[in-house]
């Protein structure tokens, strides 16, 4: 079985640059949810992808967007960097209404 | 408005003693509690979870205690371990809007001392 994979695992941009990140969730899980995880703190909650639509966000702004594709992979895009959008990005994803999200290893995201 | 806090941002506990990691929520709207564990530069891993229904379970090292009238959860690793030294996060899960969404708290690093 494999777990849930993202990429790159790590990136560098300047403010106001876009970025996407990608997600390939775990096999048999048809929902993704995104995080985002700043240091010292928990993950926060972005966004969750279910039948490639939106069905919930978290307190982010509209530059973050996402998708979600027919294999159930997803990406997360991010608009107009700024420097507080440094941070780790944490895919997640589980089976329909089941709890347990599983976590891929995150992409480490720098804004300078 | 921090809804899951975990107080102790360090735990110090010395190998083959019990090491209980706490954590309290204010929303009674949460459902269902997990709690991870995170190693550097990995995500998160699942360690164990339990429903707002039940008050105790258990998964061989690990126990997870929930008192729901004091909105309060403990974890609870006997016995420890030199591989568990790691950040552990307790986080409750709510639908809002359709998605279920999963609220994090800060982290408690444990270390585990031979």
């Known amino acids: 079985e494999t777990g849930v994979t993202q990429s790159p695992t790590h990136l560098i941009k300047t403010r106001g640059q876009q970025v996407t990140l990608r997600c390939s969730s775990q096999?048999?899980?048809?929902?993704v949810s995104w995080y985002q995880q700043a240091l010292g703190q928990g993950p926060q909650f972005i966004f969750q992808?279910?039948?490639?639509?939106?069905?919930g966000r978290g307190n982010f702004p509209p530059r973050f967007s996402g998708l979600q594709f027919p294999n159930y992979s997803s990406e997360l895009n991010v608009n107009a960097l700024e420097l507080d959008d440094s941070a780790l990005y944490l895919c997640?994803?589980?089976?329909?209404?089941?709890?347990?999200?599983?976590f891929g290893p995150g992409t480490r995201l720098l804004v300078l | 408005d921090q809804q899951v806090k975990q107080n102790s941002p360090s735990l110090s506990v010395q190998e083959g003693r019990i090491s209980i990691l706490n954590c309290d929520y204010t929303?009674?709207?949460?459902?269902?509690f997990l709690w991870y564990k995170k190693y550097p530069a990995e995500g998160p891993t699942f360690l164990i979870s339990i429903s707002s229904i039940k008050d105790k379970n258990e998964d061989g090292r690990f126990t997870v205690f929930l008192n729901k009238s004091a909105k309060h959860l403990s974890l609870h690793i006997v016995p420890s371990q030199p591989g568990d030294s790691a950040v552990y996060f307790c986080a409750a899960s709510a639908y809002s809007q359709g998605a279920q969404k999963l609220v994090f708290g800060q982290g408690t690093r444990l270390t585990i001392n031979p």
């Open positions: 997640a994803s589980s089976s329909g209404q089941q709890e347990t999200q599983y």
């Open positions: 929303n009674s709207m949460f459902d269902y």
């Open positions: 096999s048999g899980h048809n929902t």
């Open positions: 992808y279910y039948r490639e639509e939106e069905n």
